[in-house]
């Protein structure tokens, strides 16, 4: 079996807010949460507003599908038993809470000291996307071809188009926010492993990075696993975007394990075209989506979640479509939180086409 027809292994964590279903507003909530789901894959976050969920290994998407809609349902019961609700937004949809609410860990109050700007305007939320790769070097030479497609991510994950009480002109502003640390940066055409390990160090060193997990390139080696970690996407409002999502970047690891098995180079793309299409994504979603390659928007199951995705509409067009519905803060609240746990039946009208 050729390197790229190997079985690629997936993971995901999603970061989750949690509001108050009465007001909307932040609910600190989190370590009661916790304690009531008990459960290994719900962890604390940044701040005491955040949850993370976190999948075990899979093998194939309809288990990435069961796992984060368990993960999600576990977790918004524990949420209601504190008048929480549990929401998959990119950004709090109203007025942040600042450093008093970070969690009480060591290494978040060194990041603290470090960023404080940066910190107190926090509490994002991403859907990171592992996948398993045969080697570093291996991973690494995905990384790069990667490149030209992470603002594709972008645009189709985007769901933060509300903070600070009002409709941003941003369909990530997530992303906004998120490009303000110093490490968050597309990778670079590395030559080896060798040379992204030489960035990483210098990144440390220069202080832009407290460590090597701090290290915020949008795609990266996982410092933990045997796994690319694909991190750009916002946290996507329902399971069905997060499967979307999962199996486009499993899409993309696929064709690039395949160029490299039969030794196509990696695209020379500059860095101010990636940056200049991710702000692109970002601020228009899915209006900015560039081209993707024909072998990945026919292969099913990728085809057909693309074409659901054109009927119900991103994550940022529902949720700006639930704004203008809710005679409330706290109803748009609620709604989004019916949205992160209900499947995404109903469409919205749009002309937008995925590629």
Known sequence: MSQHALPLTLGVEEEFLLLDAATGDLAPAAPQVLAAVGEEGVKSELML?????VTGICADLEEVREQITELRSITAAAAARYGCLLVASGVAPGALLGLDYLTDDVRYRRLALRHAGIVAEAGTCACHVHVGVPSREAGLQVLVRLRPWLAA??????????????????ASWRYRRWARWPSAMPPQHWHSTGDYDATVRSLILQGKALDERAVYFHARLSPRYPTIEVR??????????????VALVRAMTAAALEDIAYGRPAPRVPEYRILTALAAA??????????????????????????????RGTGAERQRALWESAGSFAEFANLLAEATLTPATRGIETDHAPG
């Open 153 to 170: 991510l972008l645009a189709l994950s985007a769901n933060s188009p509300i903070a600070g009480n009002r409709v941003t002109t941003w």
């Open 282 to 311: 970002a601020r228009h979603g899915r209006q900015a989506l560039p081209a993707l390659p024909q072998r990945l928007l026919s292969a099913e199951p990728l085809a057909s979640l693309l074409t659901e995705l054109a009927r």
């Open 49 to 53: 507003y955040q949850i993370e969920t």
């Open 232 to 245: 750009l996407m916002d946290t996507c409002l329902s399971v069905e975007d997060t499967v979307l999502i």
